[in-house]
């Protein structure tokens, strides 16, 4: 199949990347920057960092910490318009995937009218600022695709945007930035980032560019990820982490995320599950239920992950991979809905919205087993019963 790949046109790898900033900027041609960064890194002192590393070089900065988790529309326009206040022509984001697509989100609608909702797939947002993410957290990988989440503040949907506007045109991926990432964070990130590499392994857009980049993210994921949650000042496991978490960034955006991703999305907006967490709770209900629709790439899959041999067959290797994943999210202490405090009449009364809100995203079309409404409203069902 033919496929589009889009990449950062400038992606920098390894420790002490973000320090690269001002010479990235000027090989672009930039030099108004406005940095959007969240108030714990900017109480940590990276934005005055990297505010001093630009003077250095001639370059005013401005900032803009009012990044909320899981950004929404009005959060995204408070940026919006501090930027208008001021002349830029590029946008840093420093921070979490929150941060990054508040950025995203700023740079896109800073050239455009109306509401964000009207700009929500099927809608494509091909120009924008500039963007150039420096990621602090292992997991989004938003510092390399095209798409971006933002809740709408009248509506509560959790809407997806995607487009070319919002590919950075430069990411600094600098795994130091990761290392006081708190357990809890480390874990849902890293899992999220999983999700993203075995999602783009078995979507209906995967090909040949995203296949051997998902399988080593997936590789990476499994080991690593437990080391980094138990040893957080391990550097090997967080640089790991790190360059998985771009490399499923790759993955997905070239290949799409499916179904899991489709269901999760509903999960955070009404309940305020974090992102990636809500993948975890997902991820091994739906890879079993999917599991029919692409056996073979679910077996390589498992044995990417070491979950099976390269002996085993397709139905043993499977297997291994539903225990396995099951496995992972219990030693990671992912909490069922119900742990996490959901109700289960709140859960039960608002799985048919959220079946028609995933649908709505176009991410279960892509799964290897295309769901209807009530498959999606069965799979709800199944997660909270195996919590």
């Known amino acids: 199949m033919d496929s589009t790949l889009l ?14 900033i001002g010479e990235v900027l000027q090989s672009l041609g930039l030099s108004r920057p406005f940095l959007v960064v969240d108030e714990f890194l900017k109480g940590q002192g990276h934005a005055e960092a990297l505010e001093q590393s630009l003077r250095q070089r001639g370059m005013a900065l401005r900032i803009f910490s009012g990044v909320v988790p899981d950004p929404t529309t009005d959060s995204i326009d408070v940026g919006l318009n501090v930027l208008k206040d001021g002349d830029h022509d590029a946008i840093i ?26 700009y929500k797939v099927p809608a494509t947002l091909d120009s924008g600022l500039p963007v150039i993410a420096i990621p602090s957290t292992a997991g989004t990988g938003s510092e390399a695709t095209r798409a971006a989440v933002a809740t709408d503040s009248e509506t509560q949907e959790k809407m997806l945007c995607m487009g070319l506007g919002l590919m950075p045109v430069a990411a600094l991926v600098d795994y130091e930035l990761s290392m006081t990432m708190p357990y809890r964070l480390t874990a849902d990130a890293g899992l999220d980032s999983l999700c993203h590499a075995l999602e783009a392994y078995v979507s209906r857009k995967a090909n040949p560019f995203t296949d051997p980049i998902a399988l080593s993210c997936m590789r990476s994921i499994v080991e690593y990820l437990p080391i980094a949650c138990a040893e957080p000042d391990n550097r090997a496991a967080r640089e790991a982490m790190m360059l998985a978490a771009t ?42 239920w999917s599991v029919p629709g ?10 990417a992950m070491g979950y099976a041999a390269q002996s085993d067959n397709t139905e043993v290797a499977v297997a291994k991979l539903v225990t396995g994943l099951r496995q992972l999210c219990a ?29 709505a995203s176009g991410s279960p079309a892509n799964n290897p087993q295309v769901p209807e409404r009530e498959d999606i409203i069965g799979l709800y069902e199944r997660v909270w019963v195996a919590s």
Do not use: C
């Not at 984001?93 to 009207?118: P, Q, Y």
């Not at 692409?294 to 044995?303: G, H, I, K, L």
């Open 294 to 303: 692409a056996t073979e790439r679910y077996a390589d899959s498992a044995r």
């Open 7 to 20: 990449l950062p046109r400038v992606l920098r790898v390894g420790a002490g990347a973000r320090h690269e």
């Open 93 to 118: 984001a420093l921070g979490g995937g929150s941060a990054i697509d508040t950025a995203k989100f700023i740079a896109v609608m800073a050239t455009r009218e109306g509401k964000l909702r009207n």
């Open 331 to 359: 030693d990671l202490k992912v909490p069922s809905p119900a742990e996490f405090g959901i109700a289960e009449s709140d859960w039960k009364s608002l799985t048919p919205l959220m079946a028609e809100q995933a649908l």
């Open 247 to 288: 490399q499923g960034g790759i993955a997905f955006s070239n290949a799409s995320v499916t179904l899991i991703h489709g269901m999760s999305r509903p999960i955070g907006a009404h309940f305020h599950v974090p992102h990636g967490l809500s993948n975890a709770m997902l991820l091994p209900e739906v890879t079993a």
